[in-house]
């Protein structure tokens, strides 16, 4: 046994290629990568987009196939990536022999750097040899994550530039924002589910885009309890939203019919809006760097009169920088046409 | 079992024979599935591996991914077989599987709780452990407080309501936990897996189930005659409280270990014993090896289905239950052969 553990001693020590970066995660972990990094495993949803927007070509697969909707919103060999599954939590879906079949240069996730990730990503980056890197998935945290990525990935001038977007991005809302008091910003409710019944709380990773854009979460309890949770009718009646947001078809196909919802201010004034969610959703699902094209057109929907932009020009602007896609005249005008409550399904 | 009587002969194979080919066969599958899996590798290419011969990487597939994979399936097979035999016989019913009193349901609680608060992953599997330990615990404080002559139906209906309430906490924390990150995690441990498994996650469970094992090897004679009812064990000079609460601390922490180390994986505690039955009867000295030694292969065999059937892990609480639950309907409707 000893002798067995001396071994994979020895085996966990990292057997160096001649060139090796250094690179510093958003956990603080120091990870040595390769000078070239041509493959890149995502570890989940999340990771998979933002390695997608950086360096397409490195990506060795997606974590799950994209559905026949999706697959016109991304540029044309990714779209057949391979279907990989996810290394997230403890027994995630991807099975390591595979992941060391790809021989990826590099694994990345993005989202949680709390504890039980750092030391997954500890544990199979001794398993398997292959480097780990965890980037924070926090929205604010977007053009520092940027920056780290396209350094892993040796596309630094890349990383930079769109670090530079969104920061521009940030900073015309919050110019907006300057003048408009918290009491007066829209009391926004983000409803999740056929029912629309499932939000998330103020804080949670799912609802950050909210607070950005310049809305106030109706779900707020002071921060008692995060994440997604399951509320009821009567409690979307106290908090009367005056802007609802979804990306359920079904939701937003019942709202306007249903009596229950009759009575809410947003659902009076019209006020709902339904996202699209090709290739992926604009306002979350997943929380990656897709939140940024819902972080434009909500600055529209809620600061119509001080935001300066074209949804029009801003989705084909977008896709093109950060999806490789030019945008067919037909292509766009569904994805306004979605954004506008018709949704292609 | 056998003592006095002369005129009892069974058609059985003798048990030294039956536990040496069933460890042959075990060793056979072992050294089969460690040549098995999604990164190919030709029998030359592993043994040069296994030599420390071969390849980085393949050295890598071998030694830190198959080896402790194959490992722990052995490991967790075995543990929940033989703590299954022990519950059945302590319970005298067939129909009695390991998280009878509330194992699984407390240990997929601390582990839940424990993904909950983003813990590593070794405080994880602590917290499982715990959580299963504290809640049989728990069933058998409240089941000696309660007065009922029949201490066994008080023991399964207390461990039935512990379950029911550790269920719930765990429900309620899978509504709160992030959907992204922790929820697949918390659905993944609750279906149990092998994937990711590392050597040191086996290392603290393997004596744990080795401790719990000597006392079940031991006390083979009185779960035997436990296993004819209370009053008759009195009879025959059985303390039926001490060994009876001997049986449950070993058996528990047997299942807990392993609990924590795979997630819930069930049925193979309930069906295995059935089968180890049928070949070297109730005799709990005969049926322990023998069930441990099967219950070893199966996982081994399931858990190896698991990992290279799809291009994803396959969790191995449905695996167990798609292959465990028809076979468990045709044993039934072979009538009760098998237990005494």
């Known amino acids: 046994m000893r002798l067995l553990l001396t071994f994979l001693a020895l085996l966990a020590l990292p057997i160096l290629p001649a060139e090796a970066r250094t690179i510093v995660d958003s956990a603080g972990r120091t990870v040595e990568v390769p000078k070239d990094v041509n493959t890149v495993f995502a570890a989940g949803p999340p990771a998979s987009i933002l390695v997608y927007i950086m360096k397409p070509e490195a990506l060795t697969g997606w974590p ?21 599954g996810r290394i997230t939590g403890r027994g995630g879906e991807a099975n390591l022999e595979r992941v060391l079949e790809i021989e990826p240069d590099l694994i990345i996730d993005f989202g949680s750097v709390r504890d039980t990730y750092v030391d997954l990503a500890n544990r199979v980056q001794e398993q398997t040899g292959i480097p780990y890197i965890l980037i924070d998935g926090r929205f604010e945290n977007t053009p520092e994550a940027l920056r780290i990525l396209g350094e892993a990935l040796g596309v630094p001038e890349r990383g930079e530039a769109l670090a530079v977007d969104v920061e521009a991005t940030f900073a015309r809302i919050e110019a907006i924002l300057q003048d408009v008091p918290e009491e007066e910003r829209n009391r926004v409710y983000l409803a999740r589910g056929p029912e629309g019944l499932e939000t998330g709380m103020k804080g949670s990773i799912n609802t950050e885009i909210i607070e950005r854009v310049g809305g106030r979460n109706v779900a707020d309890d002071g921060g008692a309890t995060r994440g997604l949770v399951q509320t009821s009718m009567e409690q ?21 019919d249903d009596p ?43 600061y119509p009169d001080k ?18 896609v030019d945008l067919t005249d037909d292509e766009l005008e569904r994805l306004l046409e979605w954004a506008e409550g018709r949704p292609p399904l | ?33 460690v040549m098995i899996g999604p990164y190919s590798l030709s029998p030359a290419q592993t043994l040069a591996a296994l030599l420390g011969q071969g390849d980085r990487q393949a050295e890598i597939v071998i030694w830190n991914i198959r080896l402790p994979r194959v490992a722990a399936a052995l490991l967790v097979g075995a543990a929940l077989a033989a703590a299954g035999a022990s519950y059945q016989a302590l319970f005298r019913n067939p129909l009695v599987s390991p998280d009878i009193l509330g194992v699984s349901a407390g240990a997929g609680l601390g582990a839940v709780a424990g993904i909950f608060l983003s ?24 089941a000696s407080m309660v007065q009922n002559t029949d201490r066994t139906l008080t023991l399964v209906l207390i461990g039935v309501v512990i379950g029911a309430l550790a269920g719930a906490a765990t429900s309620l924390l899978k509504v709160m936990a992030d959907p992204y990150d922790q929820l697949p995690a918390i659905t993944f441990w609750l279906l149990g897996s092998l994937a990711a498994i590392t050597t040191e996650d086996i290392l603290p469970a393997l004596p744990i189930v080795l401790i719990g094992l000597v006392p079940l090897a031991l006390l083979r004679w009185r779960i035997n005659v436990l296993s004819l009812g209370d009053e008759e064990a009195r009879a025959l000079g059985v303390e039926v409280g001490r060994t009876r609460f001997l049986v449950i601390a070993a058996a528990t922490l047997i299942t807990t270990s392993v609990t924590a180390l795979a997630g819930v994986v069930g049925w193979v505690g309930l069906v295995i014993p ?14 322990l090896p023998v069930s441990a030694l099967i219950g070893a292969g199966y996982l081994l065999i399931v858990d190896t289905l698991a990992r290279t059937i799809a291009q994803v892990e396959v969790p191995l609480g449905i ?3 798609v292959i465990g639950a028809p076979f468990f309907v045709w044993l039934l409707a072979r009538g009760r052969q098998g237990w005494s």
């Open chain 2, 274 to 287: 059935h089968i180890a039955r049928m070949l070297v009867g109730p005799g709990f000295g005969r049926l």
């Open chain 2, 119 to 142: 813990l590593p992953v070794a405080a994880i599997q602590a917290s499982a452990f715990v959580g299963g330990m504290v809640a049989v615990g728990f069933v058998t404080l409240v």
């Open chain 1, 307 to 324: 935001w300066q932009g074209d949804l029009r020009e801003d989705t084909r602007a977008f896709y093109k920088l950060y999806y490789h």
């Open chain 2, 319 to 321: 695996l167990t239950a």
């Open chain 1, 64 to 84: 799950r196939a994209l559905r026949p909707e999706e697959r016109d919103y991304i540029a044309e060999p990714f779209r057949d990536l391979p279907e990989t």
């Open chain 1, 260 to 302: 229950l919802w009759q009575g809410i201010d947003a659902v009076q004034t019209g006020r709902v809006y339904l996202s699209p969610t090709a290739p992926f959703g604009w306002i979350d699902r997943p929380p990656s760097l897709n939140r940024m094209m819902g972080l434009i057109w909500m600055a529209g929907l809620l």
């Open chain 1, 236 to 256: 979307v009646i106290v908090v009367n939203p005056d802007t609802i947001v979804t990306w359920d078809p079904n939701f937003y196909g019942m709202v306007f």
């Open chain 2, 1 to 33: 079992m056998g003592r006095g009587t002369t005129t009892t002969v069974r058609l059985r194979p003798p048990v030294l024979t039956l536990t040496g080919g069933l460890s042959f066969c075990l060793a056979a599958l072992a050294f089969a599935a």
